[in-house]
């Protein structure tokens, strides 16, 4: 199946600072997102985004579908950014019945 | 707007035992799923339902049964509890025929089987 690797597993910024966040995935998908799950749990869809690129507030993400990778930069990142990362693939056209998950990137914000 | 509604949001259990847990959305989607999460291993689905009347097993489905209530309702249940069962389960929704519909997650159930 798909393989999707997240980097780095693990980052700490200081408040204020910008990150990277990146995805690898080994084959053509038709679906990307970008979850955010905070310390209480919760996942939140934070960008759909199979190609090209979005913006939304601090937060934007590029995927380069060619080179199978998608970027999430955090700018001016805020103690509420703090949490898990999620990268999910699929490659078929609607559904998520085969999606894979990546790891995710646990990131801690300190003040 | 709701979304995905999940409950319980904490439940223990004995080995042996058996429970459902509840899903509704609100967002006339068509298709929904249930995940359950455990450290270090991601998001891994247990099984789907693409549209009202269809179930299909995902990749991790022993153990567990659903039920396509309607097209709002989607539960799990579990017949017999083990303790590799503890996890956190999640429920999902999207709309089946937009293809650029994102998944939208419930908030989680806790499940602890001792």
């Known amino acids: 199946g798909i393989q999707v690797e997240q980097s780095p597993p693990d980052l700490i910024l200081q408040e204020g600072a910008n990150s990277t966040l990146r995805c690898n995935f080994s084959d053509s998908v038709n679906n990307l997102q970008w979850f955010h799950q905070n310390p209480w749990g919760q996942l939140i869809n934070l960008f759909y985004?199979?190609?090209g690129t979005k913006q939304n507030g601090r937060l934007s993400a590029t995927t380069v579908a060619t080179e199978r990778y998608s970027l999430l930069y955090i700018s001016s990142s805020q103690t509420t950014d703090s949490g898990v990362y999620f990268c999910a693939v699929e490659r078929s056209r609607g559904g998520y019945q085969k999606v894979t998950f990546g790891t995710g990137t646990k990131l801690q914000v300190i003040p | 707007n709701a979304g995905v509604t999940q409950t319980p949001k904490f439940q223990v259990l004995k080995t042996g035992q058996s429970m459902t847990l509840q899903c509704a959305q609100d967002m006339n989607h068509n298709s929904m799923y249930w995940y359950r999460q455990d450290p270090g291993m991601g998001l891994r689905l247990i099984y789907y339902s693409a549209s009202e009347g269809t179930t299909d097993k995902g990749e991790v489905p022993n153990g567990y049964n659903v039920s396509r209530l309607n097209k709002r309702e989607f539960s799990l249940r579990l017949e017999s509890a083990a303790p590799s069962q503890t996890s956190v389960y999640f429920c999902?929704?999207?709309?089946?025929?937009?293809?650029?519909?994102?998944?939208?997650f419930g908030n989680g159930t806790r499940l602890t089987v001792t």
């Open positions: 985004i199979p190609s």
């Open positions: 999902a929704s999207s709309d089946y025929r937009d293809f650029d519909s994102p998944l939208h």
